[in-house]
């Protein structure tokens, strides 16, 4: 049996034969969960101390890029920007006035702009990861880390709510009551509830996850085709499949910045809903 690329190596992302060509007589080796799994760098996953591996690692150090590049940019911040505080200040803006003050407005949006702006750049940074070469993996192609994130802005959501309305309020926010509705009013509570306690949630992580799976997973389609077509007449078609990484790489670049700002948006839909009277 020939061996996989991925084994024990948690560095590594492809995982498939890499003596296998077509005309070889071995099959393709298509992507699935195995291109998915990472060895611990660390640690035993039976331990009660839990284990390290390769996504951990990634976003620990995206988070260690991401505060290191506003560091730099704003450690001494001149009236006439330099490049660096240029750059930082029109990520910065663009969260701020192009989604927190057009969905909240700016007299209630100002005090959720650090929180938007940091969760927009960390989950762009996890996303970029894919195409970083050596990386080669989105991190938040793992479920764990968008329901996380999205646990963090469901806690908020729910917070404001009955901070701002109180129990009986907020309860009547998240329940839709609108008792002009009439005799349906039961069936839109019922309604509404679950989605704004359950569907909600789990469709803001699981948005993000599958966009991120979904792309990862073509780019490794595409580029161990192009792999397995390099022998004889299948070169003509591995030149063509790697095209396809190239286009589809390009077109990543754009789905991870439109990840990100969907991200947000939604976020800041949620906290603008819980802000929202109801009569």
Known sequence: MKELAVSADPTQVLAFETDCHIFDGCGFPAPGLHSFLFEP??????????????????????TVVIVGFFWAAFRKPKLVPGKLQMVAEAGYDFV?????????????GEKYVPFMVTLFFFVWMMNLWSIIPLA??????IIAYPAGLALIVYGIWMSVTF?????????????????????????????????NVLVRPFTHAVRL???????????????????????????????????????MTA?????????????VLLACSFIQGALAEHH
């Open 41 to 62: 760098i660390f640690g035993d996953a039976d331990s009660s101390f839990g284990y390290f591996n390769k996504t951990m690692l990634l976003a620990l150090l995206g």
């Open 96 to 108: 701020r006035r192009g989604i927190v003050y057009e969905t909240l407005g700016k007299k209630e």
């Open 136 to 141: 080669q993996f989105p991190v938040t192609a």
């Open 163 to 195: 901070k701002r309305h109180g129990f009986v309020g907020g309860f009547k926010n998240i329940t839709g009551y609108d008792k002009s509705l009439g005799p349906v009013l039961p069936m839109v509570m019922v309604i509404e509830f679950f989605s």
């Open 209 to 247: 996850f599958a966009n991120m799976f979904a792309g990862h997973t073509l780019l490794l389609l595409f580029t161990i085709a192009s792999w397995y077509l390099l022998n004889g007449i299948g070169i003509a078609y591995a030149g063509v499949s790697f095209v396809m990484v190239l286009v």
């Open 251 to 263: 077109f990543e670049l754009f789905i991870q910045a439109v990840q990100a700002y969907v991200f």
